[in-house]
């Protein structure tokens, strides 16, 4: 149902390319930002989405929701000054009889631009009615002027609508919505502005300034560069779809002379290609940094790029020579949209082009884009050819998405130069990564929020070696590098951390910056390679850091061993034996489990940390059990069941007594009250002998009591003695 003359073009593309590239790169560690860095956190206000680094100044100016801060750059915990900015009570009321909530009838700052040394310009959208002011920083104190300007056309509406902007030589360039339901997008400066028809449904994501007219032979014009998503025009479909784009104006640009007076003359937008072979759909970016290590020409744009509406999701970085965008927009064919009377399509411009190529700047010998036909400028905003990253995608990971980028530039002990990505996720995270080679290395993920906070906005200190994240909650500082986190020589090394080295002779992880020329030898990095054969063999632990374990027959036994890094594999023997998984031994991840112990299991297990690095096995860390036999009955678990044993018997055998004592009691009794003498008396009465006249008797037995029996005999009768006779 997607887009078929879409894939025919898009698929081809990227299949025939050749190119392959590891998917799903996992970080080399997972750390906790704990004591890497410093958190911020105002009770009552959220929103920590807004940032000006003034390093002159020594701050960090915070815009949140109706609140502005001023931060140590050192520090961020220690507040310099604060000033709020909140929505009046009838505004507010105003806003939510427009349907709004309670949430988004506030004011949150949206722009926030250095004008002078102490002053700023800053926007925020006050409950739907942007408006803007002046702030000064002035002798540790921040205070709005109370110079409030119209918002419109500056800042949006909406405070969770995105934005772009830049602040060049005291005029702002911005790109927003200029109504309160965001159907009005325009990007302007000043009385300059987009036609509506320009732009659809976009969705703003960055502006960069680009000083093209610094040491430009052909006197060329400065450029302010737009990255937005936006629904494609360009292909048939049954449904809309996005794409992402690159625009461009020129700074000088004031407008045309007829009916494009007061509009841009020089726009242009194309294609920013971003492919991922297993992705249908093109990847829509989310972010854009612009690197310039030298002049203007050398400038790369980074961008992270996210999926749209599919799984897996699969995140990617791409980076754009600024030459290669000029090459599209200054030599590249247009689009035009053919009508007819069925249907409206895009397709290339077959027609004759003037020699000034539309959207062309002035410059010191020509004009001429100026004398160009309004309807040559107006009807070919969009180009035929895409925006192709300088090579195949620096990074692609399934997982988090990306949210954020910055990078920043190091030199390794060799002298060689690398470009450090540091990469925001929805998951609350910054990974760390560099691309040698087309080989990317993460270095580590360092979890900075928690895992429902997504980063919104990441800001650098180069001269400081600081980064600054902040997300709705709270805003956090972490250093660059921190090389004392890495323990050993091989961990040092194998991380490929161009910020770090190891110090054989100190023996430990340091900063490269601080290494003296003459200590390089004494160092060991190795980056590319990853090759850490002059670290320290990794020795077995000595006896008495050996771990006892005491185990028990019938038993399962745990024995934990976290691996060295998310790359390394763990390897478990016992007494010098490689243990395989079985249905006894468990190799899990970071334990090895025994399951139904018996004596036989006792002795010394090893775990090794072992890491591969280019075909090479580094042992990182290792970790040594010795397992004991332990006496049963001193199991923990057995004394209290022995003692219950024990108890039971006991009760038992007393049970057993009680009954024996009352037998024994009622015999003494009875002997006692001689009913065992009188027994043995008539008994013996019976044996003897009698006369033979005397006949035995009929006998009755009379109960006295429960405990007394009496043989009495019967007197005889007459009558008794006559029936004898």
Not at 539 to 566: A, D, H
Request: with cysteine; charged share 20%.
């Amino acid at each position: 149902m997607l887009f078929f003359v879409f894939l025919s073009f898009w698929v081809p593309a990227v299949l025939t390319s050749g190119q392959v590239w590891p998917l799903n790169s996992t970080p080399r560690k997972t750390v906790t930002l704990s004591n890497r860095g410093h958190v911020f956190q105002e009770e009552g206000v959220w929103n920590y989405t807004t940032m000006l680094l003034m390093e002159d100044e020594g701050v960090l100016i915070l815009g949140a929701r109706e609140a502005i801060f001023a931060l140590d750059l050192n520090n961020i915990t220690h507040k310099k000054a604060m000033v709020k900015w909140e929505v009046a009570s009838e505004m507010q009321r105003i806003c939510i009889l427009k349907g709004k909530t309670q949430t988004e009838c506030h004011n949150y700052i949206q722009i926030l631009h250095k004008m002078s040394n102490d002053t700023m310009f800053i926007c925020g959208t006050n409950a739907f009615n942007p408006t803007c002011d002046i702030m000064s920083y002035k002798d540790g104190k921040l205070m709005l002027e109370g110079k409030q300007q119209d918002g419109k056309g500056k800042c949006p509406f909406d405070p969770f609508q995105r934005c772009a902007s830049e602040f060049v030589d005291g005029q702002l360039y911005s790109a927003t919505s200029m109504d309160l339901l965001g159907s009005e997008p325009v990007v302007i400066q000043n009385f300059t502005e987009s036609l509506t028809s320009w732009l659809n449904e976009p969705n703003f994501i960055g502006m960069k300034h680009v000083a093209e007219g610094d040491d430009n032979p052909e006197g060329d014009d400065d450029k302010i560069y737009l990255f937005f998503n936006e629904k494609a025009v360009e292909y048939d479909a049954y449904s809309k779809m996005e794409v992402s784009r690159v625009a461009r104006v020129c700074k000088g640009d004031v407008g045309g002379q007829q009916t494009l007076q007061k509009n841009w003359t020089a726009f242009l937008k194309a294609h920013l290609d971003c492919p991922v072979l297993q992705t249908r759909l093109p990847l829509l970016i989310q972010d854009v940094f612009l690197f310039c290590p030298d002049t203007w020409k050398t400038c790369m744009f980074y961008g992270v790029f996210t999926p749209q509406g599919e799984m897996p999701e699969y995140s990617a970085v791409c980076a754009y020579r600024i030459q290669d965008i000029r090459d599209v927009f200054s030599k590249g064919q247009f689009k035009m949209l053919y009508t007819s009377s069925l249907s409206e399509k895009w397709g290339k411009y077959y027609g004759h082009l003037p020699a000034s190529h539309p959207g062309a700047c002035s410059n010191s010998k020509t004009r001429e884009s100026l004398d160009l036909p309004d309807e040559t400028l107006r009807d070919h905003p969009l180009m035929d050819q895409a925006v192709k990253p300088s090579e195949q995608p620096l990074v692609v990971k399934k997982g988090a998405a990306f949210t954020r980028i910055v990078v920043a530039s190091t030199t390794a002990l060799d002298g060689s130069s690398h470009q450090v990505m540091f990469i925001g996720t929805a998951s609350g995270s910054v990974l760390k990564a560099v691309n040698y080679d087309g080989k990317m290395v993460i270095i580590e993920e360092v979890q900075l929020f928690k895992q429902s906070e997504p980063v919104k906005i990441l800001r650098l200190s180069v001269t400081l070696g600081q980064l600054y994240a902040g997300s709705e909650e709270a805003m956090v500082q972490m250093p660059l590098s921190t090389c004392d986190h890495y323990a050993s020589c091989m961990d040092c090394v194998l991380a490929r951390d161009p910020y770090c080295g190891w110090d054989l002779s100190a023996e430990r992880c340091i900063a490269i910056k601080n290494i003296h020329p003459d200590k390089h030898s004494e160092v060991v990095q190795s980056l590319r390679d990853g090759n850490a054969a002059r670290c320290p063999a990794v020795g077995m632990q000595t006896e008495s850091t050996t771990v006892i374990k005491t185990f028990y027959p019938g038993n399962e036994v745990r024995l934990l061993c976290q691996p060295g890094s998310n790359l390394a594999r763990v390897q478990w023997s016992v007494n010098n034996h490689t243990i395989q998984n079985s249905n006894k031994y468990h190799n899990l991840h970071n334990n090895l489990l025994i399951l139904n112990a018996s004596d036989s299991d006792a002795g010394f297990y090893t775990c090794t940390s072992v890491e591969s690095s280019n075909g090479n096995d580094y042992v990182i860390q290792t970790a040594t059990y010795e397992l004991r036999l332990g006496n049963f009955m001193e199991h923990p678990l057995v004394q209290p069941q022995a003692q219950k044993q024990q108890k039971c018997l006991s009760f038992l055998s007393i049970l057993a007594i009680i009954p024996t004592l009352m037998l024994l009691a009622l015999v003494v009794w009875n002997f006692y009250k001689g009913h065992f003498a009188d027994q043995r008396s008539s008994k013996k009465a019976e044996e003897s002998p009698q006369s033979v006249s005397v006949r035995q008797e009929p006998l009755q037995i009379v109960q006295e009591s429960s405990t007394e029996i009496t043989i009495n005999r019967i007197a005889e009768s007459p009558d008794v003695t006559n029936q004898h006779n």
